[in-house]
């Protein structure tokens, strides 16, 4: 696979917000405004970059038995030292994202591309795994937050915008609001990708991380997924 | 399979150790830095609750019988206590942190939330402002409120508990 199109998967193709749909509740959370948007999603991708980084190179180390207990420890280590560096270096932010920071260990697309992508690539590649997904969780917690943010509060950033002010949606900065928008903006992305994405090959029952102990279950799960490609 | 075992526990304990290290080597540069900022933080909280009552000194020896989640108390020369608290909910994961100012006539005169991870609406709301003007025998009758991300019992305990130290005090009662 092309480098630049590992890294360009995740901006849009496979967005993990619009198109995977993981990371839900830090993306409803944190889309109220847009500095929280663009911190929470800064906060990702640093732990995305380094852990697919870690686990790349332990890739060959790690037995299959403890990979995910390991990427866990690797994950939860990255996201408490950038938690212990934003308390001390950046603690308006920190205060900011308050527990969501903590619950980036538990994001479905750090866990995900660890177990879809890091543990069967090089390191050069994971880390532009990590970069594209990252860029493409912030873009969307980023879009998302603009228009909560613009339609529902009259506001960019922080900074008033005068002549919304009579026209706001309140609803929009409420959690309805946040599953309206994202809908919308999934509908938008399916649209734009005429929705051919979630039925790429990586989003099958082998890149599942259950797929293992999923099949012993359901036999028949591989086949029937194969001919529904077809 | 006895060595892949043995293998998936070496594995395993090595990296929980190598990360616990470089935890512990950012712990010892950050914890200074954090250390300095909740100081400087509950500082300026003090003066955010009784910013007429001038300087403040810190009650070095707390009484022993003390509520637990009474952090430090301080008392200014016109008489005011600004009580330093650290009030826990009962599901939450961290500390709340309360800065609560009592007047000279003990009537609540200011109140301000200092640390609390759990709510993002954390030092917008209003609520806590409701206590102001209160005093020991009427603080309990401020409702509560439900459907907010953190603890108004918490909290109303907290403030029970910052009474409760400055009636030792006035008492005598520390030791």
Redesign the interface.
């Known amino acids: 696979m092309k480098k630049t199109k590992v890294f360009t998967n995740g901006l849009l193709k496979e967005n993990p917000v619009l198109v995977l749909v993981l990371g839900t509740c830090p993306t409803l959370?944190m889309s109220?405004s847009i500095i929280n948007a663009i911190a929470m999603g800064l906060a990702a991708t640093a732990v995305l970059i380094c852990s697919n980084i870690v686990i790349s190179l332990?890739r060959k180390?790690?037995?299959d038995?403890?990979r995910i207990?390991?990427y866990i420890?690797?994950i939860?280590?990255f996201v408490?030292?950038v938690q212990?560096?934003m308390?001390?270096?950046l603690?308006d932010l920190y205060?900011?994202l308050?527990?969501?920071l903590?619950l980036i260990v538990v994001n479905c697309i750090i866990l995900g591309r660890a177990e879809m992508f890091a543990n069967k690539h090089g390191v050069l590649e994971s880390a532009l795994d990590g970069l594209g997904m990252g860029f493409g969780f912030t873009l969307a917690l980023l879009a998302m937050a603009t228009v909560r943010e613009v339609l529902g509060n009259a506001s960019f950033a922080g900074m008033k915008i005068g002549f919304l002010e009579n026209y706001k949606i309140p609803i929009l900065t409420a959690p309805p609001g946040g599953f309206l928008v994202f809908g919308c903006m999934i509908a938008l992305v399916a649209h734009i990708t005429k929705g051919r994405a979630p039925f790429k090959k990586s989003f099958d029952c082998e890149g599942c991380p259950s797929a293992s102990f999923c099949r012993k279950d359901c036999a028949g799960c591989a086949e029937k997924t194969e001919t529904e490609a077809k | 399979m006895k060595n892949?075992k043995l293998?998936?526990i070496i594995?395993?304990t090595v990296?929980?150790l190598v990360?616990a290290a470089?935890?512990a080597l950012?712990?010892s540069?950050?914890a200074p830095?954090?250390s300095t900022?909740r100081a400087e933080k509950v500082e300026r909280s003090l003066k955010t609750v009784l910013p007429d009552a001038g300087d403040f000194e810190e009650i070095e020896a707390l009484p022993e019988n003390a509520p637990a989640t009474v952090s430090a108390v301080y008392r200014a020369a016109d008489g005011s206590y600004a009580v330093v608290l650290a009030a826990r909910s009962a599901y939450s994961?961290g500390d709340m942190g309360i800065t609560l100012g009592v007047g000279p006539d003990k009537q609540i005169k200011g109140i301000t939330l200092t640390?609390?991870?759990?709510?993002?609406d954390?030092?917008r709301d209003t609520y806590p402002q409701n206590y102001v003007g209160r005093t020991a025998s009427d603080y309990a009758g401020v409702d509560s409120f439900a459907g907010v991300t953190y603890s108004s019992k918490a909290l109303k305990a907290a403030i029970g508990d910052a009474f409760a130290v400055i009636e030792i005090l006035e008492g005598g009662g520390a030791q």
């Open positions: 959370a109220v332990l180390v790690i037995p038995t403890v207990p390991c420890v690797v939860a280590g408490t030292l212990m560096l308390e001390a270096y603690p205060e900011m308050g527990v969501y903590a | 892949e293998k998936s594995v395993l990296i929980c990360v470089l935890l950012t712990n540069v950050t830095i954090i900022a994961s640390s609390y991870q759990e709510s993002k954390f030092g």
